[in-house]
C-alpha cells in the first residue's frame, strides 16, 4: 500500500465530515450566508498568507534541486493561483486585499497557522510535506463532491467559481503531483518515521475541520 493511501484511510472519516459540514453543504446548494462566506475568505487569506511561508521553509529544507524547484512552483500557485478565487469574490465584497491583510487572524486560522509554522521550523521536508497537504488535497476531495453532486445546480450558484476552481482539472492535478511527491519521499521510511508523519497529517486534517467549524459560527 503506498504511503499516500495509508494516511487517507487514517483520515477519511474525518474528510467524509467535512462534506456533510452545513458550511461546505451551504456552498455546494447555494444557501451559504455571504456574510459567513466574506469572514471565511478574509481568514483563508490571511492563512494563505502563513501557508505559503511553510511551503517556503520546504523549499529552504529540501533536499534535491528537483524537491526545490517542486516547492518554488507550488508557492508560485498558492500566491497566485489558489489566491485568485479569493480576491475576485474580495471584490464583490468590495474589500481590497490591502484591506483584508488589516484584518487580525481570528484564534482558531492563528493556532491553525502556528502549528504549521511549529512543524515547517523543527521538521524536516517530509514534516513540512505532511502538515500542508491535508489543505491541498481534502479541498480537491470537497471540490470534486461538490462538483458531482450539484453540477446540475451551479449556474445560478454564487458559490461555483469557488467549487469550479478546487473541483478543476488544474487543482487535481496538483493535488495528485503531491501525493506522489509524498509516496516518492516516504516509500523507505522507518516505522516511527511513519507514526510521526501520521500524527501530523492526522493533526493539521483536525484543524481543518476547526477552520470549516470557524467559518459556520
Not at 455546494?28 to 487569506?45: S, V
Not at 478543476?168 to 516518492?184: G, P
Amino acid at each position: 500500500m503506498k504511503f499516500s493511501e495509508v494516511l487517507f484511510s487514517e483520515v477519511k472519516e474525518i474528510w467524509d465530515g467535512y462534506l456533510e459540514h452545513p458550511f461546505v453543504k451551504g456552498i455546494g446548494e447555494g444557501t451559504l450566508d455571504k456574510g459567513k462566506f466574506k469572514n471565511y475568505l478574509i481568514q483563508d487569506y490571511l492563512y494563505l498568507k502563513d501557508y505559503a511561508k511553510v511551503f517556503a521553509m520546504g523549499l529552504v529544507k529540501a533536499e534535491t534541486m528537483k524537491e526545490m524547484k517542486f516547492y518554488h512552483e507550488s508557492i508560485k500557485g498558492v500566491l497566485d493561483d489558489e489566491t485568485a478565487v479569493h480576491v475576485n469574490y474580495l471584490k464583490d465584497f468590495g474589500l481590497s486585499t490591502e484591506e483584508v491583510e488589516a484584518y487580525k487572524s481570528e484564534l482558531t486560522t492563528e493556532s491553525y497557522t502556528n502549528y504549521m509554522l511549529g512543524i515547517a521550523l523543527k521538521g524536516d521536508s517530509k514534516d513540512i510535506a505532511m502538515t500542508i497537504m491535508p489543505c491541498t488535497w481534502s479541498y480537491y476531495y470537497i471540490g470534486k463532491h461538490l462538483y458531482e453532486t450539484y453540477k446540475e445546480n451551479l449556474k445560478d450558484n454564487f458559490y461555483a467559481p469557488w467549487i469550479e476552481g478546487y473541483a478543476s482539472n488544474e487543482f487535481r492535478e496538483c493535488a495528485q503531483e503531491w501525493i506522489d511527491y509524498i509516496d516518492d519521499i516516504c516509500k523507505d521510511i522507518s516505522e516511527v518515521k511513519k507514526e510521526k508523519l501520521k500524527d501530523i497529517f492526522i493533526k493539521s486534517s483536525l484543524y481543518e475541520m476547526e477552520f470549516w467549524n470557524m467559518a459556520n459560527k
